[in-house]
């Protein structure tokens, strides 16, 4: 079956260091993946896209990788502040019933410590 | 500040009751997604609408329902509700039909539903 993976316990890592989340997924071959924030009761809030043939794309202190062999990306926040605290999910593009459908995962939980 | 809006922002309600979650999309936008938000179960995908067209569905129960209407504002319908249904119910838009060619979408800031 379909899965999409991400660490289910938080993150907790202090200042300035970089955080590195992990997106996995089974039987899918997306076509692009995508990382969303998302702050406790507010909604997801886009951050980067990423294609298939693409190994890693860069936004101010965000980076993406993706690998479609080891199906696997990586997000990282380098310099990491506290106010990067926040869930981050990965969605990826599903073509199902005919139709392109965004899956999220489950969201990693990310807290910076001052 | 995404641009879309839903109400109501809060809901409490009886189990076996029915109501109506509202959304208005970015202006310009012509899909409309709907996704509910539980806390064993993540973001699932419910439904999209592009144009006032039904254009992808996911697990929807049959006791919900959803249209996008002439003025691109959608409505999600949730009858007979459950207790199991209580969640966070988001909406989100997009410019273009297909989130095949890798648009964006912009949720908005969601509707909590308790059920009692």
């Known amino acids: 079956s379909q899965k999409i993976e991400q660490n289910s316990e938080a993150l907790n890592i202090q200042e300035g260091k970089t955080a590195t989340l992990t997106c996995n997924y089974t039987?899918?071959?997306?076509?692009?993946l995508q990382w969303y924030r998302q702050d406790p009761g507010r909604g997801p809030v886009f951050l980067l896209l990423?294609?298939?043939?693409?190994k890693e794309k860069r936004k101010e202190r965000l980076k993406v990788t993706f690998d479609t062999t080891l199906k696997q990306s990586l997000f990282h926040i380098t310099a990491s502040q506290p106010a990067d605290s926040a869930t981050y999910l990965c969605?990826?593009?599903?073509?199902?019933?005919?139709?392109?459908?965004?899956?999220f995962g489950a969201g990693t939980r990310l807290a910076v410590h001052p | 500040d995404s641009g879309v809006t839903q109400t109501p922002k809060h809901l409490i309600t009886a189990t076996g009751q029915r109501v109506t979650l509202r959304c208005s999309p970015r202006?310009?936008?012509?899909?409309v997604y709907w996704y509910q938000q539980s806390l064993d179960q993540g973001l699932q995908f419910l439904i999209q609408?592009?144009?006032?067209?039904?254009?992808a569905k996911g697990n929807i129960l049959e006791r919900f329902s959803a249209q996008q209407f002439p003025d691109l504002h959608s409505e999600l319908n949730l009858s007979s509700l459950e207790l199991g249904d209580s969640a966070l119910y988001f909406c989100?838009?997009?410019?273009?039909?297909?989130?095949?060619?890798?648009?964006?979408?912009?949720f908005g800031e969601g509707s909590w539903l308790t059920v009692v």
């Open positions: 989100a838009s997009s410019v273009r039909g297909s989130t095949g060619s890798g648009n964006t979408i912009y």
């Open positions: 039987n899918y071959s997306p076509a692009y």
């Open positions: 990423i294609r298939e043939n693409e």
């Open positions: 969605a990826l593009l599903s073509f199902s019933g005919g139709y392109n459908k965004l899956i």
């Open positions: 202006s310009g936008d012509l899909s």
């Open positions: 609408y592009y144009n006032g067209e039904e254009r």
